[in-house]
Structure formats: structure tokens, C-alpha cells
């Protein structure tokens, strides 16, 4: 495999303490070379030499100290051959049924006994490996996914069942791993934790035994115990946060390839997964208190790719409205709509006041968010219906077009079809263009410090701020307000073909212009741009 580069060295790495990987006042071991555990492997697969596996064991701990330490090629090197060969021992062991616990000859039995507490042994090793950092980072902790991945196809293989027990340990290393740092997208790039995500989403089986039924139990367990919870939420979110493979189709589930190479029973293929789901991400969030980019980054995703495969997803209700209401970080009310529209429209979730809440969320900041794309596709929804009051339409129309004055040429490039759509759906509306029974003396009756869209005055207003953009120091935005001038012929402008603009693909319009005329020139010819004693000069009375 190839090496991979340094870890920061600003960081000083934990170092695994993992019962069965752990050391006890050991005396000093010196290291072997690779024709030594080559001959130790053959002593244990054809001699029967049991005792060489706590050689092999003492070795393995004591290079994965050294990297605790250091970055050591040489020992990186045993290691990762201490892995694949104690893997072997192992793995000859259980073919030869020489692990199985039921044996009737007391002295087989011991046997069988002494070697399962060796091979758990082995087992915390890995566990180690996948869940602590060593100095640097290094391919030898794949090479520990891959051997532990490739234990549990052999006790699949070998009991006819898939090893929940072994791939619970597996689960909890990565879940608590704390290797790599959390990039700004709040997923992990734990570079073990990203190999396991690709076969994650590849087999049904990881898929759905990482759910457990016990999984609650279990974090349950982890923070009893004292285990360090920090990096739960950001692991668990890397590993789901691109869906789930679940269909209610079982056929097609059926269909899909699983890890291990025995049949799994019927219960895997049934509707209980997204229970088991649904407990799983609701304990991790109890277990954690959220920062505010965590929160952002979940409810960004929640829409698409975690409620779909949730059993009751009602159960997000608190979470979702407690969500819309905060006031503390306007961004975080946006990325709630999404989901919380998901569950008004499809769960039948009642949100009161919901348009006032959506009112308020009109402000300056939301045109130079990143989200207003996503924000506007959502109002424009919301707005479609031809039974809301024309007060209210009327009021989004208004505040929206007074937001357009002092927003950047990008979202007002947005807020002026969105208008005239609005307008076109809503055509009591258009008395804000188009009004003939105007008083002498007239004041703009609406009141922009009003939070309720029913009582701003809105209706009785003008769009006068229109007028103004037909002003606009950019000409494209300014040849777009000039629509309102002419007939409504347009039936609607499709929102997708502004949604998003931004200052380079406007530069890039204007750049990309065909003129119709001749650009004026400038053909006169100067010698030098400041005054000089021979030749004519552009700027007269100045001298370098």
C-alpha cells in the first residue's frame, strides 16, 4: 500500500491503551526480522507451536509502541507484516476448528479457551490502531481495517452467521476513532474512517448490522464508562451522511452484494432497519452537544439523506421547530425549511404562524448568504398557492423589493423575477404597479418594522424601489427592471436561470456582449503620459 505522509507534528498523538494491547511492565523485546515471524507463523500453522503466538503478540505491541513514539519504517514494516501474519495464524486456527468452544475433551477445551483469549488479544491490537493516532499517519492502520474486515467474513464463514459481536468492537473503534481533524464540512477526514466508508455504502450488511439493535445500549455503555465522546458525532456523520442503500423494495434488497459470503436471515431485509436507524441518530444527537457549524452541517443534509430512511420521522419535530425559532443565527432557521417543510408536507406536522416566521427571515443578511438559492427555490414553493391573502403575498412582494436596494447585483438579480412572478400568480397584487385611485397626498402606508405580513399596509403600498433599479448601476440588472414598464405577456421566468448568478457570471455576461453601434476611440497620439521636453504629452504641468 502506499505510505502516507506525515501527520502534524504540533499534535502530539494518544497513545492506544486497549485491553489485549496493552503492556504491563513488560520486560524489553527485541525486535525480530521477517524470516523470524515467517518461521513462528510455521511453527503455530504446522507444529502446533501454540506458545509462539505470545512472540508474535509481545512483537506486534511493542512496534505499535514504537510508532506510539516515532515515525520508524523499519518497524512500521514488521508491523504490517505482524498483522497479515497473526491474521494467518488465526485464521489456519479456525479452519481446523481448533477455536470452537464446544469441545467435549477437557483438554481441547483448554486449549480452545487459551487460543480465543489470544485471538481477542489480537483483536484489541486492531482496535487500537483503528481508533488512536500514532505519530504519523500511517498505511498500517488500513492494513488493521482490512484484517479486521477480513475476520469478520472468516467467522461468518466459519458460523454460518454474520459475528455481530466482532463488528460491534469495529463500530465502536471508528465511532470514537480519533484519527484525522474535522474539515469545514464537519465530516471527518480520518483517512480510516473514509476507506470504511466506501465499503460501508457498498454492502448491505455493514449497513445494516452498524445498526444494531443494541447500538443505543451500547453509546449508552461508551459515556457510563467514561469513553470520550468527542468525536462520536463527527464520525458517525461522515459514515451517513451520503444515505443509506434501504428500499422498501425487498427484492431489490435482497439483490444487493453484502460483505460476508453466507446468506443473511430475513430479518435484515425488513422495515425494522429504519427503527434501528432512527434510535441510532437521535441517541449520537443526545450524546452530543451540537456547535453551531454541526447544526448547520446536519440540517443541510437532514432533508435528503437522513429522514427518508427514518421510521417515524415526527420525531425530529422538537428539533426541527426549535431549529426555525432560533434567532441567535439567521442561517440556521434556513437550512430548517427544508426538513421542516418535508414534515408539514408528508408527516402532517402543524407549524403555527409559519408565514410570520418566513416573513421575518427577509432581511439583509439573507441576500448575501450562500443559501439564498436554496431559500428562494423554498419561498417560491411556499408562495405558490393562489389562496394566501393578498396581504400577505403583498407584504413578501414589498419587503423583498426594499431589500433589492441595497442588496448586491447578484440577489437582486434573483429578488426582480422572483417579483414579477409573484405578480403574474397573484394578480391582486398588481394594484402595487398599477394603481389609478390614488389620493392627493399620498403616504406609503407600509410599515417595514412590522413582523406580522397581515398587518404591514403592504397592499395599499407602491413598488416605487422598482423604479429605482431601472437605475441600476449594472446594465443587465437594470434592463431587467424595465420589464415591469411593458405588458405582462410573460407567463413566469423560469427561477432556475438566476438563482445562480454572481458577480464573475455577470462580469462574464457584460464581458461576453455583442455591441450593436461602434465604441468611441480614443485615435490621438501622445508621446508620453507626463510632460517632457520633446513630444506631446497626455497629462500637461506634471514631470517624473
Same mark, same amino acid.
Given at each position: 500500500?502506499a505510505?502516507?505522509?506525515?501527520a ?6 494518544? *497513545?492506544? *491503551? ?20 515467517? =518461521?513462528?507463523?510455521?511453527? @503455530?500453522?504446522?507444529k ?25 519504517? /523499519?518497524?512500521e ?14 485464521e ?6 481448533l ?15 487459551w ?11 486492531l %482496535? ?37 459481536q ?16 474535522t474539515?469545514?464540512d464537519?465530516?471527518? #477526514? ?8 466506501? *465499503?460501508?455504502?457498498?454492502? !448491505? ?7 444494531? +439493535?443494541d447500538?443505543?445500549?451500547?453509546? /449508552? ?20 451522511k451520503s444515505?443509506?442503500?434501504?428500499t ?8 444487493y452484494?453484502? !460483505? ?19 434510535? %441510532? ?7 452530543? /452537544?451540537l456547535?453551531?457549524?454541526?447544526? +448547520? ?31 441567535? #443565527? ?10 421542516? !417543510? ?24 439573507l441576500?448575501c ?19 394566501l391573502?393578498?396581504?400577505? @403575498? ?13 442588496g ?14 409573484l405578480?403574474?400568480r ?6 402595487l ?17 412590522e ?12 413598488? !416605487? ?34 438563482? =445562480?448568478?454572481s458577480?464573475?457570471?455577470?462580469? /462574464? ?11 468611441a ?12 521636453? =520633446? ?10
Amino acid at each position: 500500500m502506499a505510505k502516507r505522509s506525515k501527520a502534524d507534528k504540533a499534535s502530539k498523538p494518544k *497513545k492506544a *491503551k486497549v485491553t489485549g494491547c496493552s503492556k504491563k511492565s513488560q520486560p524489553e523485546v527485541n525486535l525480530l526480522t521477517a524470516a523470524d515471524v515467517t =518461521d513462528l507463523v510455521n511453527e @503455530v500453522t504446522d507444529k502446533a507451536a501454540y506458545n509462539s503466538i505470545i512472540v508474535l503478540l509481545e512483537q506486534y505491541r511493542k512496534n505499535i509502541d514504537i510508532l506510539n513514539q516515532s515515525e520508524d519504517l /523499519e518497524a512500521e514494516k514488521l508491523a504490517r507484516l505482524l498483522t497479515l501474519s497473526l491474521f494467518k495464524c488465526f485464521e489456519s486456527l479456525s479452519s481446523k476448528k481448533l477455536m470452537d468452544g464446544d469441545h467435549t475433551d477437557e483438554k481441547k477445551h483448554f486449549v480452545s479457551r487459551w487460543l480465543n483469549e489470544k485471538y481477542k488479544n489480537f483483536e484489541g491490537c486492531l %482496535s487500537s490502531l483503528l481508533q488512536y493516532r500514532l505519530s504519523f499517519d500511517s498505511s498500517l492502520q488500513l492494513d488493521a481495517l482490512d484484517v479486521f474486515l477480513q475476520i469478520i467474513r472468516m467467522e461468518a464463514k466459519n458460523s454460518g452467521e454474520f459475528p455481530v459481536q466482532t463488528y460491534k468492537i469495529l463500530v465502536k473503534s471508528l465511532l470514537l476513532s480519533e484519527i484525522g481533524t474535522t474539515p469545514p464540512d464537519e465530516s471527518s #477526514d480520518n483517512f480510516v474512517l473514509l476507506e470504511f466508508t466506501e *465499503k460501508f455504502h457498498k454492502y !448491505w450488511d455493514l449497513q445494516n448490522y452498524f445498526f444494531d +439493535k443494541d447500538f443505543v445500549g451500547e453509546i /449508552e455503555n461508551w459515556a457510563a464508562s467514561g469513553c470520550s465522546l468527542t468525536h462520536l458525532f463527527t464520525n458517525y456523520f461522515t459514515i451517513i451522511k451520503s444515505g443509506l442503500m434501504y428500499t422498501a423494495d425487498e427484492e431489490q434488497l435482497r439483490a444487493y452484494p453484502n !460483505w460476508v459470503s453466507i446468506q443473511l436471515p430475513d430479518s435484515a431485509f425488513k422495515f425494522n432497519v429504519k427503527t434501528r436507524y432512527q434510535k %441510532s441518530f437521535l441517541v449520537v444527537l443526545r450524546h452530543t /452537544e451540537l456547535n453551531n457549524f454541526q447544526y +448547520k452541517a446536519l440540517l443541510a443534509i437532514l432533508h435528503k439523506r437522513i429522514i427518508p430512511y427514518m421510521a417515524v420521522p415526527a420525531g425530529l419535530m422538537d428539533f426541527l421547530t426549535d431549529a426555525f425559532d432560533q434567532q441567535d #443565527d439567521e442561517i440556521v432557521p434556513i437550512l430548517a425549511l427544508n426538513s421542516l !417543510w418535508e414534515l408539514m408536507k408528508s408527516h402532517n406536522l402543524e407549524y403555527p404562524d409559519f408565514y410570520q416566521k418566513l416573513y421575518s427571515l427577509l432581511t439583509p443578511t439573507l441576500l448575501c448568504t450562500r443559501y439564498r438559492s436554496r431559500f428562494f427555490r423554498l419561498c417560491d414553493l411556499f408562495l405558490s398557492s393562489t389562496h394566501l391573502s393578498a396581504n400577505l @403575498v403583498a407584504s413578501f412582494i414589498k419587503r423583498l423589493a426594499r431589500l433589492a436596494l441595497t442588496g448586491n447585483a447578484p440577489s437582486v438579480v434573483i429578488v426582480i423575477p422572483f417579483i414579477y412572478n409573484l405578480l403574474k400568480r397573484h394578480p391582486s397584487c398588481i394594484v402595487l404597479l398599477q394603481n389609478p385611485d390614488v389620493p392627493a397626498g399620498f403616504v406609503d402606508p407600509f410599515d417595514e418594522n412590522e413582523t406580522d405580513p397581515l398587518r404591514t399596509g403592504a397592499i395599499g403600498s407602491s413598488l !416605487w424601489e422598482l423604479e429605482t433599479l431601472m437605475s441600476h448601476y449594472h446594465p443587465n440588472i437594470a434592463t431587467l427592471a424595465k420589464i415591469f414598464r411593458e405588458p405582462f405577456q410573460k407567463p413566469s421566468y423560469n427561477m432556475e436561470d438566476f438563482l =445562480d448568478w454572481s458577480y464573475l457570471t455577470l462580469l /462574464e455576461s457584460e464581458k461576453s456582449r455583442k455591441y450593436k453601434g461602434l465604441a468611441a476611440l480614443e485615435f490621438e497620439d501622445y508621446d508620453s503620459l507626463f510632460a517632457c521636453e =520633446d513630444g506631446k504629452s497626455y497629462v500637461e504641468g506634471w514631470t517624473l
